[in-house]
């Protein structure tokens, strides 16, 4: 996004025509983001439509249509107030990565980015791909967005595998229970330590490698991965209180699908729920509109996998998917909106932090 002064001065004069070029550029890339987003969300709906309709057409699956209708609505409320703290919890860190933003922007930007995360996820990318509008529409710099967007991915990322790593050690342990506590919690345990070790130590191992030796290209993503590894290091080792908020994007979607399993009786043991959750959104990264069917069954899967009865898994993953697919696509839908009208408007970014500065205070 645009670094502008805060003076009356603004920018350098542009060259004749370039404002009419540059706003011909922002309508233009303003029509097809919203045009991807209505597609996506009819796509959503006729995906919906269709699962609702094979749910109870199929004999075997009308066990969980059954199911389906013994939801208390408190159970709802309750899941929905928290997907609501994991949206804010996503807004919070997502603010504390954009701090040179402006607050309502910031807010507008991530919103938006869940809600083109949850109609078209594709491992996140989808989300992406309206911050990157935003910055170019804005004059900004696509690719110091795409830094920092980086950054956001990987802190986020660092959580789960975080969270991977505590479960699955604990789970090995027997402080937790699950099924089979070597193969299906020490080993995940594991995977995660060592994929937040490899990450940490990336530019330490960048950095001692020879100059003289020339760089291929395995070793040029390696430098490239490192510079954006260690500003992700550098705001895990100077915290501020934004960077909970990543930590409450996960565990509230967590604690939101052992609600949807608690409608139905009784959810698995913690540790297995943990596990299972984190493996089965593995299944988010393949490009359906909405994870309708990969999600869900990636998600019951590996819930089945850990222990749960084959019907209540499958019904509280729908319940959980309709919670955390609808709220974030309906907050960030009304955000894209009142963005829309302001994608024009100048933005006066705050100054950059100096190297290493206390961000305790956000």
């Known amino acids: ?57 199929v004999p075997g699956l009308r066990t969980v249509a059954d199911r389906l209708r013994e939801v208390s609505p408190g159970w709802v409320v309750l899941a929905v107030a928290l997907e609501l703290g994991s949206c804010a919890g996503y807004v ?29 996820p594709v491992g996140g990318a989808g989300g992406i791909a309206v911050g990157a509008w935003v910055a170019k529409a804005k004059g900004g710099s696509l690719r110091r967005f795409m830094e920092r967007s980086a950054v956001l991915f990987l802190i986020t990322s660092g959580v789960n595998a975080a969270t991977l790593a505590v479960a699955g050690l604990l789970v090995g342990a027997g402080v937790l229970h699950a099924p089979h506590p070597l193969l299906l919690g020490l080993l995940p345990g594991v995977v995660g330590c060592a994929g937040l070790a490899f990450f940490w130590w990336l530019p330490d191992l960048v950095a001692r490698r020879s100059p003289d030796r020339p760089d291929g290209r395995l070793v040029g993503w390696l430098r490239t991965t490192a510079l954006v590894v260690g500003e992700a290091r550098e705001e895990v080792r100077h915290p501020g209180w934004g960077l909970l908020g990543a930590v409450g994007y996960l565990w509230f979607d967590i604690a939101m699908l052992w609600v949807s399993f608690r409608a139905f009786g009784h959810p698995p043991p913690v540790g297995a729920l943990t596990l299972a959750f984190l493996i089965g959104y593995l299944g988010n990264i393949l490009p359906v509109p909405g994870g309708i069917g990969a999600l869900d069954a990636g998600l019951t899967g590996a819930m089945i996998l850990y222990g749960a009865d084959p019907a209540t898994a499958a019904a509280a993953v729908l319940v959980y998917h309709a919670v955390v697919l609808w709220i974030p696509t309906l907050l960030g839908t009304l955000a894209f909106l009142r963005l829309r009208p302001t994608i024009s408007e100048r933005v006066v970014l705050t100054p950059e932090r100096p190297p290493g500065a206390r961000r305790v205070g956000g």
């Open 1 to 57: 996004m645009r670094s502008t002064p805060a003076g009356p001065a603004g920018p350098p004069p542009a060259e004749p025509g370039a404002d009419h070029h540059f706003d011909a550029r922002r309508q233009d890339a303003e029509a097809g983001e919203g045009a991807r987003l209505r597609r996506g969300i009819i796509s959503l709906l006729v995906l919906g439509v269709l699962v609702g309709a094979l749910v109870v057409a």
């Open 92 to 120: 919070a860190v997502f603010r504390h990565i954009f701090y040179r933003v402006p607050l309502v922007l910031a807010v507008r930007v991530a919103l938006s980015e869940m809600a083109f995360g949850a109609v078209l």
